[in-house]
């Protein structure tokens, strides 16, 4: 990684947590100490998933996670590790393309303007798989259909358990 990118990670890095300070530190004037305590309990729980994320052994897929909300899109992104961390670098590279595959054709999909949100769920168990969970408004006519077939049996990895309808779309990640 160059110098550059790792400047920019450091200032959005950076950014997030002034962030965070300053909505602490708003409420507190308001003297909502009980939502001072949720947004640290939160703040706290991504900071455990993401911390489990880079033990996983799976740089392209973390570096991705954990940046995508840097740049503008269509939903936002959050993620969970569920389980202990273990190795799972022999699964990066169709965790990777299957991620960031089907964030780009969801960002097309997505109704702009609506509150359009997508879970990723990390399950680490024996056979690790992954699951999506978007809620939010999309449009129907795009190639998220085609996406899906195309994935439903490729590589490493299968698409299953599709619910796919109005206002979401779940699916889980399995190894094969």
């Known amino acids: 990684m160059d110098e ?3 400047l920019d990670i450091l200032r959005h890095a950076r950014h997030d947590w002034v962030n ?10 308001l003297n909502r100490t009980d ?7 939160e703040t706290i729980q991504r900071s455990e998933h993401a911390s489990r994320l880079t033990r996983l052994q799976v740089p392209k ?8 909300n840097w740049e503008p899109h269509r939903f ?19 965790w990777h ?3 960031s595959s089907f964030t780009r054709e969801l960002d097309a999909a997505a109704c702009p303007g609506r509150d359009n949100h997508l879970l ?6 024996q056979d690790p798989y992954i699951e999506f ?3 939010g408004s999309m449009d129907h006519s795009t190639d998220l259909g085609n996406w899906l077939s195309m994935y439903a049996e490729t590589g490493r990895c299968r698409i299953d358990h599709v619910i796919w309808n109005e206002k979401e779309l779940v699916f889980v990640l399995k190894s094969k």
Request: charged share 25%; aromatic share 6%.
């Open 4 to 6: 550059r990118r790792q």
């Open 20 to 29: 965070i300070i300053q909505i602490i530190k708003g409420n507190l004037s």
């Open 35 to 41: 939502r001072v305590e949720e947004i640290l309990n």
């Open 61 to 68: 897929t973390a570096l991705f996670l954990l940046s995508f």
């Open 76 to 94: 936002s992104l959050d993620m969970e590790v569920a389980g202990e961390a273990r190795n799972c670098s022999d699964l990066e590279e169709c």
């Open 97 to 99: 393309e299957i991620i």
């Open 120 to 125: 990723i769920t990390i399950h680490t168990e």
């Open 133 to 135: 969970d978007f809620q």
